[in-house]
């Protein structure tokens, strides 16, 4: 290598990141970010690692894989997870933030870390020595999608990502809806929306008669499970919002003591709770449709729409492939990938792939061996998922225990995450502790960014 200085493409979670890792370990990082250069078709503004949601982090305990995975981030003393803790706002179960005051605090940290230069500059290629971390996310540009395509000596695969509305919370209808969170679970962070049965098939039918944005010819549309549009679940049959996103069960309405047909729930945006994310309801339906059409479910009559649902191609590489366990092109070894690019999908997942990605790299400049952590950790999991050559069929994946390694005793539900996630920390703590990974080894003392502790 010609240079130390490593070069990080991509100003989202993963890039953001990977850069502060390499800066904490006495390395000098050039972090490129093309917004406000260049827009993507997702990105309202040109703070760095800007959410979509406010529930982007998801679930927060241990039952959840995602839950752990953030706990492991914590314990390599991870900036996402430090700076979103400080953002928090209620949400039950989930760590929820103010994506505002993420972003902006975040942006602040990176911004006076002396290690990092911000280049607000669109990268079209990818530097011909050094180290290179690219975490350009589900919207690289064309010009380094084309940049990539050269070295990964194929193209790129895609699916398409979808973002739900927000209305102002003072726009809903308070005398309709109601507060609670399902079983009671965690307060009564979430409205609730109810829907009677003719009512509920009514509003199916007019979302799937709606005018919907055409993808482009181009284009294959390939949906991930996980965020998937509201009228492609629609179509697959008049109950199946019923028994997804708008499902009733655990949430009495406290004016009729009894449980309605269907709810659209709606989360806390902001920290002022003055904005509201209607749960789940992802679309590619025109603006002026879906004002019209979410207009009819009881108690958002006179809804306000701060933002409309949106579609945008995201994209992704054939990880299994191309990637080693390590985060590494397997073409050209000096290139790590990083965040959504390697088919991990949700915004923790990615910012635990530039963590990685990260780290390594600060390993490979100092010449230390490379590191990958065990299987049976969150973190071990998702990458040999990611990177596992004998799959044929490839598509992105969140962290979940679908993808440990069995216990040694039989379990079931609740009983048999918790024993997962307890066999994960304690291989965790021997891992880190192994390769002195702790967080007390990286400075994480910036103004912006304290070790929570464990949720």
């Known amino acids: 290598m010609t240079s130390t200085r490593v070069t990080v493409i991509g100003g989202g979670l993963a890039g953001v990141e990977a850069a502060w890792q390499l800066a904490q370990r006495g390395i000098d990082v050039d972090l490129f970010e093309m917004r406000p250069v260049r827009a993507t078709e997702a990105h309202q503004t040109d703070q760095l690692a800007e959410l979509v949601c406010s529930n982007s982090?998801?679930?927060?305990?241990?039952?959840?894989?995602?839950?752990?995975?953030?706990?492991?981030?914590?314990?390599?003393?991870?900036?996402?997870?430090?700076?979103?803790?400080?953002?928090?706002?209620?949400?039950?179960?989930?760590?929820?933030?103010?994506?505002?005051?993420?972003?902006?605090?975040?942006?602040?940290?990176?911004?006076?870390?002396?290690?990092i230069r911000l280049r607000r500059e669109e990268a079209t290629a990818l530097p011909e020595d050094g180290i290179t971390i690219v975490a350009t996310g589900p919207l690289t540009s064309p010009g380094l999608s084309q940049a990539l395509e050269r070295v990964l000596g194929q193209d790129h695969l895609y699916f398409y990502d979808a973002i739900?509305?927000?209305?102002?919370?003072?726009?809903?209808?308070?005398?309709?809806?109601?507060?609670?969170?399902?079983?009671?679970?965690?307060?009564?962070?979430?409205?609730?929306?109810?829907?009677?049965?003719?009512?509920?098939?009514?509003?199916?039918?007019?979302?799937?008669?709606?005018?919907?944005?055409?993808?482009?010819?181009?284009?294959?549309?390939?949906?991930?499970?996980?965020?998937?549009p509201i009228e492609e679940m629609a179509r697959r049959g008049p109950d199946t919002l019923a028994f997804g996103p708008m499902r009733p069960v655990g949430l009495i309405n406290p004016r009729t003591g009894g449980r309605p047909h269907a709810v659209v729930q709606l989360r806390q945006d902001n920290t002022a709770g003055t904005l509201y994310n209607i749960v789940?309801?992802?679309?590619?339906?025109?603006?002026?449709?879906?004002?019209?059409?979410?207009?009819?479910?009881?108690?958002?009559?006179?809804?306000?729409?701060?933002?409309?649902?949106?579609?945008?191609?995201?994209?992704?590489?054939?990880?299994?492939?191309?990637?080693?366990?390590?985060?590494?092109?397997?073409?050209?070894?000096?290139?790590?990938?990083?965040?959504?690019?390697?088919?991990?999908?949700?915004?923790?997942?990615?910012?635990?792939?530039?963590?990685?990605?990260?780290?390594?790299?600060?390993?490979?400049?100092?010449?230390?061996?490379?590191?990958?952590?065990?299987?049976?950790?969150?973190?071990?999991?998702?990458?040999?998922?990611?990177?596992?050559r004998t799959r044929k069929s490839f598509q992105p994946m969140n962290a979940n225990y679908g993808l440990f390694p069995p216990l040694e005793r039989r379990m079931r539900g609740r009983e048999k995450k918790l024993a997962l996630a307890a066999r994960a920390l304690s291989v965790f703590d021997g891992w880190t502790k192994a390769h002195d990974l702790a967080p007390e080894n990286a400075d994480v003392s910036s103004p912006a960014a304290s070790t929570p502790s464990a949720s």
């Open 164 to 228: 739900a509305p927000i209305v102002t919370a003072d726009s809903i209808d308070m005398d309709i809806a109601y507060r609670a969170s399902r079983y009671g679970k965690g307060g009564d962070d979430y409205i609730n929306c109810p829907f009677e049965r003719d009512g509920y098939y009514a509003f199916v039918d007019a979302i799937v008669r709606a005018e919907k944005l055409p993808a482009r010819q181009f284009e294959r549309t390939v949906y991930f499970e996980g965020c998937m």
């Open 57 to 115: 982090f998801r679930n927060a305990s241990l039952e959840t894989a995602v839950g752990l995975l953030k706990e492991e981030m914590r314990r390599l003393g991870s900036l996402t997870m430090a700076v979103a803790e400080q953002t928090r706002v209620p949400a039950g179960a989930a760590l929820a933030v103010d994506r505002e005051r993420f972003a902006e605090e975040l942006t602040r940290t990176i911004e006076r870390e002396p290690r």
């Open 280 to 388: 789940g309801f992802q679309t590619k339906m025109t603006y002026p449709e879906q004002r019209r059409v979410f207009r009819t479910v009881p108690g958002l009559e006179k809804a306000e729409f701060v933002r409309l649902g949106s579609l945008h191609r995201n994209t992704f590489v054939n990880s299994p492939a191309l990637l080693q366990p390590t985060l590494q092109l397997r073409a050209a070894p000096n290139v790590f990938l990083a965040g959504q690019l390697v088919g991990v999908e949700g915004y923790v997942e990615s910012a635990a792939a530039g963590l990685l990605a990260g780290m390594n790299a600060a390993r490979l400049v100092g010449g230390a061996p490379l590191l990958v952590p065990p299987v049976a950790t969150a973190h071990g999991a998702l990458l040999a998922y990611v990177t596992d």
